[in-house]
């Protein structure tokens, strides 16, 4: 019998890995589908701030305080970007060289690129709302995590139920 209970147990176990890598995939989609939208919205703002410059400079007009909120809201869209890629990179435990702009394992000493001296990640805890973040992402990857992990386990005991039946184990 405790062969069985090492297959269930195992299966649980991968059951749990699958759960881990789905939050984690789940949250790097997000991100980058976040950052893409907001590179998006960053390309619209430029444009605006073309039109108002070039209507400005055709018709003489002042549209300085325009351009000067468009350039505001590009600011907090770019930094908004620069944020989820932060994040994207510590979902995947990396970081970006300063010196050539690779992205490359947080814990390297020197970048394998460029050879510049990286400075090394302190152990901090994570910000409010980068736990919101994660929270946010592991809650919506979770409910597929359990389904996942209900078929596998289901599996496992159909499968238990079919290998003692074809060796008749209970007969011996």
């Known amino acids: 019998m405790s062969f069985f209970e090492d297959l269930k147990k195992n299966a649980s176990g991968a059951a749990d890995k699958a759960v881990k890598k789905t939050t984690e995939i789940t949250g790097l989609a997000k991100l980058k589908m976040a950052i893409r939208s907001k590179e998006s919205k960053l390309s619209s703002v430029y444009e605006e701030i073309g039109r108002l410059f070039y209507t400005a400079e055709r018709d003489g007009e002042d549209c300085t305080g ?16 620069e944020e989820a890629k932060k994040e994207t990179a510590k979902l995947k435990n990396v970081k970006t060289c300063d010196g050539c702009g690779a992205e490359i394992d947080r814990n390297l000493p020197f970048c394998p690129w460029c050879g510049k001296k990286q400075e090394m990640p302190v152990d901090e805890e994570p910000a409010e709302d980068e736990d919101d973040i994660v929270d946010e992402f592991a809650d919506e990857a979770e409910e597929t995590a359990d389904d996942i992990a209900e078929k596998i386990e289901e599996a496992v005991d159909n499968l238990t139920e079919e290998i003692k039946d074809s060796c008749d ?3 011996e």
């Open 169 to 171: 184990c209970d007969k």
């Open 66 to 81: 325009e351009i000067a909120a468009f350039i505001m809201k590009a600011d907090k869209l770019k930094a908004e970007i």
